[in-house]
């Protein structure tokens, strides 16, 4: 395609956002000569910027439902930016929804499933589609056939500064707080945490400052884990993956950076979501699933361990 401005539209969140990377990365090798911009939200803007994979990083992409000032900037950043194209890599009801800020036109092509866009995913089976397969579908539509798996190797990021030994292994033991189903209990993670430091091996605490309580409850059981809950950054995650030992996690956006980044990680699975559809891509991933999560136990757990 010639010169031309494009659009890509990926909000969130985490885990969806590190599978939207191969993708991304087909985007901007078809349109080499192209001015890319990502339409995403603040917590990617500067790891988007950092990738080297687009021109330009909007991150504005989700007003509230009453910022009409929000809108009305929407509304006139996408028609007054000359787009050629847009992929919408989202494929919500929200984003679909950017396709009619347009009206009255004109509109530029539009691949998504926006009712009435010029390259629609049109396959009724999208939804039953594993996250990575269902985007490289979609881009194939658009005329994008080879998208690679997500690519981390640009991140730098040294892990110096967190002082940790030789030999780490991550655990990434929270969750959105509305899903409980889909953590394992801190009591198992303590367990886990315990055994590896017993082989010479520190448990590394992974997850968001508001995860306290569970990182205090696994020290409790393994004082000498590090947790550095509520201090690492997406580039910090990815730097500490390509050097540790192997990653234990729910099904949580860490660790679907966790594992694109090379780690061999043990992902955690309830009947909370579908390791089919949503379940993290990398080089070395185990799944274990059980339902209630609860009555999976470490030894299970270590048993799958490298």
Sequence with gaps: MPSSRILVIKLGALGDFVQALG??????????????????????????????????????????????????????????AGLARVY?????DRSSFYFRLFWPGPRPE???????????????????????????????????????????????????????????ALLAPGGARHRPGKRWPAAHYGELAR??????????????????AIMAAIKGACPGAVDLAGQT???????????????????????????????????LYSEDSDPALCGQRGPTVTILRRQPLAALFAAEVLDALP
Excluded: Y
């Design 23 to 80: 993708p991304m990365a087909a985007i901007r090798r078809h349109h080499r000569d192209a001015h890319v911009t990502l339409l995403t939200t603040r917590p990617f803007h500067d790891f988007a910027q950092v990738s080297g994979l687009f021109d330009e990083v909007w991150d504005f992409g989700r007003p509230g439902d009453a910022e009409v000032a929000g809108w009305l900037m929407l509304r006139r950043r996408l028609r007054g």
């Design 233 to 267: 950054n997406l580039f910090d995650l990815a730097a500490l993956a390509r050097l540790a030992q192997f990653a234990v996690g729910n099904d949580t956006g860490p660790m679907h950076l966790i594992a694109g980044a090379g780690c061999r990680s043990v992902v």
């Design 88 to 92: 919408d890599l989202q494929t919500s």
């Design 110 to 168: 539009w691949s998504g499933i926006a009712r009435g866009c010029s390259h629609p995913h049109a396959n009724p089976r999208r939804d039953l589609m594993h996250t990575v397969d269902r985007q490289a579908e979609q881009l194939a539509m658009a005329g994008i056939t080879d998208v690679p798996a997500a690519d981390l190797s640009w991140i730098k990021t040294g892990i110096g500064h967190f002082r940790l030994p030789a030999r780490f």
């Design 195 to 212: 055994a590896l430091a017993g082989r010479g091996i520190t448990p590394v605490l992974l997850g968001a400052a508001d995860e306290a």
